[in-house]
């Protein structure tokens, strides 16, 4: 039978996990970047543009899209894609939502508008499982990425 919520020994066993895969020293690193330092300054630009460049590559694979038609398409997949990354563009970075538009070629309001469909999206998570699942993974690769950056 399959546990519905983590606990703390699922915790422990995954510190355990990761303490003997990169040594204690690396995962206090890892935990206190994810921690106390999981959202990127938009004075890094650098690391910026590469989360930008990396979340949109990562969207197109885990929503499985043509990425030619990335920027363009009406069609739903595609929608969801791009409203993904808004909402993790401007969650882990300090990014303004007229700077996200910017790199889709959307206007600022678009942007936000997409962005808090996204959150209300994953406030009910049950009405919407196939896009919260695609999501889910797409924001874990995310923090791994920065997390790695950092």
Not at 26 to 32: A, L
Not at 37 to 61: E, G, M, P
Request: hydrophobic share 35%.
């Amino acid at each position: 039978m399959k546990k519905e919520q983590p606990d703390y020994s699922d915790l422990q066993h995954s510190v355990d996990t990761l303490i003997g895969k990169f040594g204690l020293v690396k995962t206090i690193e890892v935990i206190n970047n994810l921690s106390g330092n999981a959202q990127l300054k938009s004075s890094d630009t650098q690391k910026v543009k590469l989360l930008v460049v990396y979340i949109i590559s990562q969207s197109i694979q885990i929503f499985d899209l043509q990425e030619p038609e990335f920027y363009t398409s009406t069609i739903q997949e595609y929608r969801d894609a791009r409203m993904a990354c808004y909402f993790l563009l401007k969650k882990y970075t300090d990014t303004s939502y007229a700077k996200i538009g910017e790199s889709f070629k959307q206007s600022k309001r678009a942007v936000m508008y997409n962005y808090h469909k996204c959150d209300e999206i994953l406030s009910i998570p049950s009405f919407y499982k196939p896009f919260v699942a695609k999501f889910q993974v797409l924001e874990n690769n995310v923090v791994n990425f920065i997390a790695k950056l950092n």
